[in-house]
């Protein structure tokens, strides 16, 4: 077949490129520029350079032809604007699932020849179809498994997906990249969101929201125990960055009119809470699951709870967890599974 592989420069996507290779499919890797380093050069070194002189180096080795897709104007005016949107209305948003749905399995569809039948990637995750749908699959790794960043394709985009990891876990791909003796086979997994690369995400929040001093009050006791720059450098359930000893301390409400963050350090347990809405589903086979009894994810990682999904109305649904969680938080997403397969996701509201 004709693919277009996304080539990130990381060994996860270079694997994924050898084997289809070696497969005997007809190649071309394209590096997708969505990173905002351009707007944070005062920062320093812009390591998208470092990621695409990576990229090159697989491609000569492999004998795969390159090509270079600035996607910046799109990745603004989709992914971005969203995530500026949700911190500033106290939410906490996930930028990579719609740079998936939107971006990589989105517009840069309509970007290349037509003529290629596949897009792959470097994704953990496994896909099938089942005579009628195409099925979204756990990977063998549970910790890499990348299906919660998937969970918002549709079938058309997954009609055209391709995922050649999906069958092994992180150790199996890091061998096979010692032994094709890959550029980039030692280099570390890169972290983080994927269009700021290196650009901590507090800089990035900074440079479009400013600061804003508020208080830090401890919900028990009404004190004010601190100050902070403002609410939206601060999420539910979150235990670190807050400067405060005496704790731990967890960031447990969050004021978004009056800028105050309430935090606490006892009776966690208690404002951990097991029952959540849920909604804007995108639901992969493009209908809803006939039994309610299912597993999910609230985060990427590795843990699935046990749940109830019972829906309130057409758009709405009721989630009841078998355990309670304390970093439960809206704007997350939480993403549906029966058995291995990912039936799709929604937002919690």
């Known amino acids: 077949m004709k693919i277009a592989v996304l080539l990130s420069g990381g060994v996860d996507s270079s694997v994924a490129l050898n084997l289809l290779k070696k497969e005997g499919h007809d190649l071309t890797a394209f590096y997708l520029k969505i990173w905002l380093q351009d707007e944070f050069s005062f920062l320093g070194d812009c390591p998208w350079e470092d990621d695409l002189n990576y990229a090159r180096k697989v491609c000569d080795q492999a004998g795969v032809p390159l090509e270079v897709l600035p996607l910046q104007t799109e990745y603004w005016e989709t992914v971005v604007t969203y995530t500026i949107s949700e911190i500033k209305e106290g939410r906490t948003p996930n930028p990579d699932m719609f740079c998936n749905s939107l971006i990589k399995f989105g517009q840069f569809y309509g970007k ?18 089942d005579h009628q749908n195409y099925l979204l699959k ?174 309130i109305d057409e758009k709405n649904a009721e989630v009841k967890l078998d355990k309670k969680d304390q970093g439960i938080a809206p704007g997350q997403f939480a993403v549906f599974y029966k058995d291995d397969i990912c039936l799709g996701g929604g937002v919690i509201l």
């Open 112 to 129: 290349i020849d037509k003529t290629f039948e596949k897009v792959a990637s470097g994704h953990y995750a496994k896909l099938e179809f």
């Open 138 to 311: 756990r990977s063998p790794d549970p910790v890499k498994d990348q299906t919660y960043f998937l969970a918002y394709l549709t079938q058309d985009q997954l009609s055209r997906a391709c995922f050649p990891l999906g069958l092994f876990n992180k150790k199996e791909v890091r061998k096979m990249a010692q032994e094709s003796n890959l550029p980039n086979m030692n280099r570390k997994d890169s972290q983080g969101i994927c269009f700021l690369g290196q650009i901590k995400f507090n800089e990035f929040i900074k440079h479009h929201l400013g600061e804003i001093k508020g208080n830090i009050v401890d919900i028990d006791s009404g004190k004010k125990m601190g100050e902070h720059n403002g609410y939206y450098f601060y999420t539910i359930g979150q235990r670190s960055g807050l400067g405060l000893s005496g704790g731990p301390w967890y960031v447990v409400k969050k004021d978004v009119d009056k800028n105050i963050i309430y935090i606490s350090r006892e009776n966690l347990v208690e404002r951990a809470r097991d029952t959540f809405v849920v909604g804007k589903f995108n639901w992969i086979t493009q209908e809803k699951p006939n039994d309610n009894n299912l597993q999910v994810k609230i985060r990427h990682g590795a843990h699935l709870f046990n749940c109830n999904l019972n829906f």
